[in-house]
Structure formats: structure tokens, C-alpha cells
């Protein structure tokens, strides 16, 4: 994994109002932690950090090292949590974690899935991917981007565990080797319509007519 460098400052002061006047500046709050170390707060140039996670080829799991500016202080880090504006989608503030390069680290790794399986194709069956993303230990610089798996030769009722993947040397993974990542399933059955209620023949109510009438004067007159 490459490492890229995030000039920094250090930041003295905190309070909201504080923070805001951070932000106007263009600059985002953000503190650094781990490591057996206090936490220190810090500052970074918003359009540099952005640049970075998002253009970047390692994204948010990118090495930084992060160097303090006015001084020859800097720290190897990577980006633990970001807070974001829901309104303005825009970072308010972020968590870096300290990182040692020669000890492992637990990281969180997507998977990427390639390619279109065979049961999808001939079969009209539909991929079931149930394991999104992957823990694994590993060194700081061994951290894979992404794990990519080929379902093309799945077929029909044909799945893929976590033990079926392939990992760079080096790269230890914490789940169970048992789940299933991704398979291919049969076509969901459209739901069978109700049968029809034939409708039910109210009961005949009997009026009384003319007919009643002449009964009733019928059995005065015995």
C-alpha cells in the first residue's frame, strides 16, 4: 500500500465555536490517537484531505504520514472514522489512528466481485452476495485495497466461502472460514395470486305481501 503525506497542524484550543471558525477557514478538526500515546489534536486542509481520500488510489485506507507543520514531527496514520454533514455531505471532523509500520494492524477490506456467473447466464438465477467486507490482520503495508472474487464458474445453486478466497501472502483473516460470501440462486417464484372467492348467495328474504295478508284474515274468519 502506497503511503502519502498530509501536512498537519497542531491545535491548541477546542469548543464548537472554535471548530466552526476551523472549518470557515477551511480546515477540518481532527484528532490523533493510539499508538500508547495522548491524543493530540490537530488540524488539515480540507481540499488536501479530500484530494486524498477520494482521488487517491488507496482511499481511506491509505497510510499517511503525517507531518506537523513548523516542526520535524511527523507519525505514520490511517483515517479511523470521519464525520460528515449530513446537509452539506461535507467532512466536519476525523479520527486518525497512530501505526506503527513493523506491527500487524486489524483493518476492514471490501470485496469486489468480477465477472458474471454462469448459473446467471444460462440459468436466469440470481447472485447472492452475503459477505460484503472482510477483517484481516496484517502489517501496515500489506493491507489489500480490495478482495476480488471471480464468480464466473459458479452455477446454479453453487456458493463461494471465505475459504475458497485467495489472500496475499501475509494477510490473516479473523472471520469464520465457513460463511458464505457469494452464490448464485434460483430465480424468486412470483407469488401465486389468490384464487377467486366465488361470491356467496346472500339468503332470499321473504317480504310479506298480499299474500300474508289474505292468510292472517283467513284464519280470523275460523
Known amino acids: 500500500m502506497a503511503e502519502v503525506t498530509l501536512e498537519v497542524s497542531q491545535r491548541e484550543t477546542s469548543g464548537k465555536e472554535i471548530a466552526k471558525k476551523i472549518r470557515r477557514e477551511g480546515r477540518i478538526p481532527a484528532i490523533v490517537y493510539g499508538g500508547h500515546r ?6 488539515v486542509d480540507r481540499k488536501a484531505v479530500s484530494e486524498l481520500v477520494n ?3 488507496h482511499g481511506v485506507r491509505s497510510i499517511f504520514l503525517l507531518k506537523m507543520s513548523g516542526s520535524d514531527k511527523q507519525r505514520h496514520a490511517m483515517i479511523k472514522d470521519i464525520q460528515i ?8 471532523h476525523i479520527d ?6 513493523d506491527e500487524v494492524i486489524r483493518v476492514t477490506i471490501p470485496i469486489h466481485l468480477t465477472g458474471t456467473a454462469i448459473g446467471v447466464k ?4 440470481m447472485v447472492d452476495f452475503q459477505v460484503r467486507e472482510l477483517h484481516v490482520e496484517c502489517l501496515p503495508n500489506a493491507i489489500p485495497d480490495t478482495v476480488d472474487v471471480d464468480v464466473s464458474n459458479l452455477e446454479m445453486h453453487q456458493f463461494l466461502r471465505i475459504s475458497d478466497l485467495t ?5 490473516k483473516i479473523l472471520d469464520d472460514p465457513d460463511r458464505v460470501v457469494v452464490g448464485v440462486s434460483p430465480p424468486r417464484a412470483e407469488e401465486a395470486l389468490p384464487e377467486p372467492v366465488e361470491a356467496v348467495a346472500e ?6 305481501g298480499k299474500t300474508d295478508e289474505a292468510d292472517e284474515k283467513e284464519k280470523e274468519k275460523k
Open 38 to 43: 495522548d491524543p493530540v489534536s490537530i488540524t
Open 55 to 57: 482521488k487517491s488510489e
Open 85 to 92: 454533514n449530513p446537509i452539506s455531505r461535507t467532512m466536519t
Open 96 to 101: 486518525f489512528v497512530r501505526v506503527v509500520m
Open 122 to 125: 444460462t440459468g436466469g438465477g
Open 167 to 171: 489472500f496475499p501472502e501475509g494477510v
Open 203 to 208: 339468503p332470499e328474504v321473504i317480504k310479506k
